[in-house]
């Protein structure tokens, strides 16, 4: 029949040369559940990041400075410069009284 209709023989090809070999079903529904998994939580942070970016440029600017330039004059800054190195200098006193009465503590424990 294949000659008269002029039909080629079949070809067999050797599995082993084949590109890919079948994985079993479970194996495919865990691989298929995962990656479904990361695609999911990366559409996720990806809507999470615009969310923050839209909300950054429409909420108030953060304050990242001790005083606002366009409002104190150079004495405020100055005064206010001075007492932050008064009230660090106390801050230093009392931390080095503390640890010479723990060191004479530790003394007598001796």
Avoid: W
Wanted: glycine fraction near 2%; charged fraction near 25%.
């Amino acid at each position: 029949m294949r000659t008269f209709c002029k039909i080629p023989p079949l070809v067999k090809h050797d599995p082993a040369l084949l590109a890919k070999q079948k994985k079993p079903f479970l194996k495919n529904i865990k691989e298929s559940y995962k990656s479904s998994k990361t695609v999911v939580s990366m559409e996720d942070r990806l809507r999470d990041e615009a969310v923050k970016f839209k909300q950054a440029g429409l909420g108030a600017v953060q304050k990242t400075y001790t005083h606002d330039p366009t409002k104190t004059s150079a004495n405020q800054i100055t005064s206010n410069m001075s007492q932050s190195t008064k009230t660090s200098s106390n801050q230093i006193a009392s931390n080095s009284s503390t640890q010479s009465a723990v060191s004479a503590s530790s003394k007598q424990l001796k």
